[in-house]
């Protein structure tokens, strides 16, 4: 089945820097590959996917980025603000959104 | 809000009890699926139902079951607990007809303490 490895699991920056997650997916047949941002005490909410026929996407401060061939997506945050402090998961479906599989999740803190 | 309900919030039980947990999906959302988070782990996936129907199993226990009912809320039995049962438990709703189901839409789990 489908494996998700996701890197770093924590990571400190700067406000106003920028930060990378990547993630890694085995399985070809996957074509969709969601974000999901969860804050304390909270449930997971989507800020960004992007879909197998699809480079790059980008959502204001947000972009995600796709290598087929690789079979690697990252997250990009570009001028973080501390309310970007939160865990990062990744996820890699088939059939658009049918069996999700997450990664285990970055805790990014924006330090002030 | 995500327009998922999950209850209850908080659940403290001990060991080789049983409990229930109890979803209602967002409004339209025919397909629910059940996730347990344990301590800075991921998000494990437990089961999925759609419209009724059992639609794909992970990593689910035999200790636990789940069902989805007509009016689409969703239930998830956790028996003879154990103390690693402890966690957070997600329930997820999303539009999925059989094709993409797309965004997740999650609710703010029901945390778990067994003793």
């Known amino acids: 089945g489908e494996n998700v490895e996701q890197h770093p699991s924590t990571l400190s920056v700067q406000e106003g820097d920028s930060a990378v997650i990547k993630c890694t997916y085995s399985?070809?047949?996957?074509?969709?590959f969601p974000w999901y941002k969860q804050e304390l005490g909270k449930g997971p909410q989507l800020i960004i996917d992007?879909?197998?026929?699809?480079g790059e996407k980008k959502d204001q401060r947000i972009a995600v980025t796709l290598n087929k061939t690789a079979k690697h997506f990252s997250l990009h945050i570009t001028e973080t603000q501390p309310e970007d402090s939160a865990v990062y998961f990744c996820?890699?479906?088939?059939?658009?959104?049918?069996?999700?599989?997450f990664g285990p999740g970055t805790r990014l803190s924006v330090l002030p | 809000d995500s327009g998922v309900t999950q209850t209850p919030k908080h659940l403290i039980t001990a060991t080789g009890q049983r409990v229930t947990l109890r979803c209602s999906p967002r409004s339209g959302d025919l397909s629910v699926y059940w996730y347990q988070q344990s301590l800075d782990q991921g998000l494990q996936f437990l089961i999925q139902y759609y419209n009724g129907e059992e639609r794909a199993k992970g990593n689910i226990l035999e200790r636990f079951s789940a069902q989805q009912f007509p009016d689409l809320h969703s239930e998830l039995n956790l028996s003879s607990l154990e103390l690693g049962d402890s966690a957070l438990y997600f329930c997820a709703s999303s539009p999925y007809r059989g094709g993409g189901a797309g965004e997740l839409f999650f609710g703010e789990g029901s945390r778990l303490t067994v003793l």
């Open positions: 992007i879909r197998s026929n699809v």
């Open positions: 399985d070809s047949a996957s074509n969709y």
């Open positions: 996820a890699a479906s088939m059939n658009y959104g049918q069996n999700f599989v």
